[in-house]
């Protein structure tokens, strides 16, 4: 028997995801994004459905580089309008013991002081339940709302990225030796003042000489998860990263991520093994072949090609509405800022016409889309971690709740059947359900570099 | 019969609030402020008791002005160690009803861009029922941590904090108009962009060219809160507060304050009895006179008086290490530098001494320490609101939650009878309910005025 499938669903506080137009679709309840009943009603099904985590994406911005406008993006709800969804975590933790929950965070505008402060508040409030997804925001509209003419360039935005996760490490894993509160109502101590360290943190972006505010939570640096698929965020992934996210085009792109971070990750004198990968993966399934090809049929029908076009200029910088749909993408020029995941894989695909493409990412990457009965989806899931090397997949929906329900009561059953996923949850943190080690991250890590023991850190 | 009588707890995410010691007396549940249960406990409790809310204060460093360390706010658990209390509001909201929550954020350290969009968020899942505590940072704990060498001066933060205000307005108020969310599954529009619009901030502090990302909530802007009692923080409050909370040393104290800032609202355009003030109270009940004075002496023991000189030194900036406990306040010269408010009134009582002082603030000042049967605290708090102009309490609690349960056991019981404090929840917001009038702010509110109508804002 192969290793244990991971699961995790994808979520983002607005009404739909990366499928333009797919709210409008009969019983959809995208609208009910703000309504905290959604959110308590998602945990209890992926809980049933012994999903390890639900993975929650956010924006800062808006999409506006298709006709250099954002009318689009407004129109079709591409992850707008949205709010803030590190709120939803703890509403979903309160409803349940196991769910465990990665929460997206910018490395772009957030300050280490109060970002690490806010992964140790949720750490403690879910007793352990939670990851960090670390994103070097992209969006030139979020950064002019900072008060920046523009975003800071790509690979400065990761070189500010690992100062910034340095400051974290400090303030989780050295700043408070482990039995530094005592709570000993005799000797009249809640903390002992000579067992929380200043960090006397100076770097290049950022000066935080002091303590970290808050007690360590249960894993003290939450689980670290990034999606970074660039050159550059691969190099950053391979450093800090203990899980990543894949939107793969293709099973051989799976392939070549995997190995190349592992390779990369092993260079930084991490335990290759020590890193997670975890393609997208959209299911539409039904008990028949032909019914689960309807559904799509159906879905298709409310896809919409100016939508996905705006989601396409946003990821690439490249405003496809100035092309005609019957272009071929040979125009696409490399771009140096970054973003070459996407365009190299354009540049192997020149003969293909805009409208071609935008079919392809009508659901958001046609890599992710699979199609078909349980067992064909659970073959499928079978083959990219038995020969690809990943070791989950973040589950998206095309209608919610409706997607996930589908899924959890069709292709759960039978991956339990094929003793894949988990039929009962393992108890302890998220980190310690994931590597089966313990809560803390492991020596190897970067981050555990600055681990204190008896008074000592030695990052 | 006279007006009702409203009432908030005040909470932190810490051990405990300003009674140093009092975290170790028996029974205390101090340590459980990182528990989720002990929050949906607390939040069933204040509904059962009828609270209109909790409010939830914040810290973003640590007191180190005594001795010019931290030791003793480290030791005594001085709103140490702590967590960022933002995440609590989902949390007791999922739980109940009608309770609502006043929650602190910084107005130095947040960026009004994410700021209202958090506000937002929570106003959402809420369903209108938020406040936001507009707090002027303090601490130059703090300050170091954020990369500066000091805070921003006093009356520059509050200047900095009226724009931020206004961003603030701009983003709830003037870029959404009401009817821009169609979600129109026959026109495929979700939203209509022409019906979104950006803000064009551009001040002294902050540049916001473009639009709140979040959709209007129930309340637009949350009901603001505010507890300055300096003079440039009173003209703050008096520009933008709703609800006002005082820690007065004396009745005659309340009675300033509320006429002042009553005055000065009337000045900025405003309707007076459009801000309502909520003193703080720390209740000591039960049945019998005797028996209330025999739990005052109890707690008594468990005070500390270097954590309170360490929270007085925080709160002056005047170090009272350096002075013996028999040396008299005619020490005391008047900053220049804001905090006037303890100062003056240290200058008023030049011929205590540092002891005196250490014992009249030992659960946080005198003035809002109430000791006696239901009836005496009940008679106590008709007195502040029918004449001192008060509009309710802010309940503080000496050990959690047993002040709090007593409070609700025992005087919630007698104002009802009275007739002075709710037997049943009112319907609607938090505005709604506060103020008997409709969700939105008024016109006549500084923000009120950015209101967009018929795509049309005056702000």
Redesign the interface.
């Known amino acids: 028997m192969g290793k244990r499938i991971k699961l995790n669903a994808v979520e983002v506080?607005c009404?739909m995801q990366d499928n333009p137009?797919l709210?409008?679709y009969?019983g959809n309840e995208?609208?009910r994004y703000?309504d905290?009943n959604y959110w308590?009603e998602l945990a209890h099904l992926l809980e049933r459905g012994r999903f390890d985590a639900v993975f929650i994406g956010d924006?800062?911005?808006?999409f506006d580089v298709y006709q250099q406008k954002?009318?689009i993006a407004?129109?079709?709800?591409l992850f707008?309008?949205?709010?803030?969804p590190?709120?939803?975590?703890?509403?979903m933790?309160?409803?349940t013991k196991h769910l465990n929950f990665a929460i997206t965070f910018s490395i772009t505008?957030e300050?280490p002081?109060?970002l690490a402060?806010?992964m140790?508040?949720?750490d403690?409030?879910?007793?352990g339940r939670v990851g960090w997804n670390m994103v070097a925001s992209y969006l030139n509209?979020a950064a002019?709302?900072?008060?920046l003419d523009e975003q800071l360039g790509h690979d400065e935005r990761y070189d500010r990225g690992d100062e910034f996760l340095e400051v974290c490490y400090k303030l989780w894993e050295k700043s408070w030796e482990d039995d530094a509160?005592l709570?000993d109502?005799e000797k009249?101590?809640?903390?002992?003042?000579d067992k929380?360290h200043d960090i006397q943190h100076e770097g290049k972006y950022?000066?935080?000489?002091?303590?970290h505010?808050?007690?360590p939570?249960p894993q003290r640096t939450p689980v670290l998860f990034q999606a970074g698929t660039s050159e550059r965020g691969r190099a950053f992934a391979a450093r800090h990263a203990e899980c990543i996210f894949l939107n793969p085009l293709s099973p051989e792109e799976s392939r070549f991520v995997v190995e190349d971070t592992r390779g990369r990750t092993a260079k930084e004198g991490r335990d290759p093994n020590s890193v997670l990968f975890f393609p997208k993966l959209t299911p539409i399934v039904a008990e028949t072949e032909e019914e689960a090809y309807a559904k799509y049929r159906c879905y298709l029908q409310y896809t919409?090609t100016e939508g996905t076009l705006a989601l396409l200029s946003a990821w690439t910088g490249i405003d496809f509405s100035t092309f005609d749909q019957d272009e071929l993408l040979a125009f696409i020029e490399k771009s140096k800022e970054g973003r070459t995941y996407l365009l190299d894989h354009f540049e192997k695909e020149k003969n293909w016409s805009v409208r071609k493409l935008s079919k392809f990412f009508a659901f958001g990457g046609l890599g992710a889309l699979t199609i078909g009965t349980p067992q064909q989806i659970a073959d499928k899931m079978e083959y990219f971690v038995d020969e690809l090397g990943v070791d989950g997949f973040n589950i998206a929906y095309i209608t919610k709740p409706q997607s996930l329900k589908d899924f959890i009561d069709l292709v759960v059953p039978e991956l339990q059947r094929r003793g894949r996923v988990q039929k009962e949850y393992g108890e302890g943190t998220f980190r310690e359900v994931l590597f089966e080690q313990n809560a803390r991250l492991p020596q190897h890590h970067p981050g555990g570099k600055h681990r204190i023991q008896g008074g000592v850190s030695n990052g």
């Open positions: 506080a009404p137009g709210w409008a009969p995208a609208e703000k905290m308590t924006m800062l911005g808006v954002r009318d407004i129109r079709d709800a707008f309008p949205n709010f803030d590190s709120f939803l975590i703890p509403v933790a309160n409803v505008y300050h002081y109060t402060r806010k140790t508040s949720l403690h409030l879910t007793n509209s002019r709302n900072f008060g509160v709570r109502p009249r101590i809640y903390t002992d003042p929380v950022f000066k935080v000489p002091g303590i505010l808050s007690e939570s919409r």
